[in-house]
């Protein structure tokens, strides 16, 4: 039972869930190394866990486990707190694989993300379905995803500063009200 083990195990041991995270999710375990040295502003850890095709790093923040904030930072210098945990990133991630095109956080907007999903990507909800079934991970709706990304984005977010460490200057907000 997936929730009895930590998730990213589950992940590991769940095609279904591997796979959808990867695609659309863009969201791989095995690229958790980030290719710029960085540091929080707040001096908190920061481990580097997963990663996207793009050169981006996800990173828990903080000492602990899964529970930890999450944190994303793209190749540009963009950053933004994500989610408070593994599991809330994970349903963003399942939910709204598009999150990084939403910049209005309407629910049109979110209507024509999906629609462009799924027009690419038929069983897109069969595929989710089965990914969350195997995580034992409840979904939200998809508004209530982008709400909450948005809440963590800019409002805990604040206290997530990342630097890059040469410089000394912070990233960009990746999220903004």
Do not use: N
Not at 54 to 81: I, K, M, Q
């Amino acid at each position: 039972m997936p929730h009895l083990k930590s998730l990213i195990t589950a992940i590991r041991e769940q095609d279904d869930a591997a796979d959808f995270l990867a695609w659309p999710g863009d969201f791989e375990l095995d690229r958790g190394d980030h290719v710029e040295e960085v540091h929080l502003a707040s001096g908190a850890a920061l481990e580097g866990f997963a990663g996207d095709g793009a050169g981006g790093t996800f990173f828990f923040c903080g000492e602990g486990g899964e529970e930890r904030p999450v944190l994303y930072a793209d190749s540009e210098g963009g950053a933004a707190l994500l989610a408070i945990g593994l599991p809330e990133l994970l349903r963003l991630l399942l939910v709204a694989p598009w999150w990084r095109d939403c910049r209005t956080f309407t629910p049109e907007e979110s209507q024509e993300l999906t629609a462009d999903y799924l027009e690419d990507m038929p069983d897109l909800v069969t595929r989710r379905d089965r990914a969350a079934a195997a995580l034992g991970l409840d979904l939200p709706t998809e508004a209530e995803a982008l709400a909450r990304l948005r809440e963590v984005a800019v409002g805990a977010g604040k206290d997530f500063v990342l630097i890059f460490t040469p410089e000394g200057h912070p990233y960009s907000p990746l999220l903004t009200e």
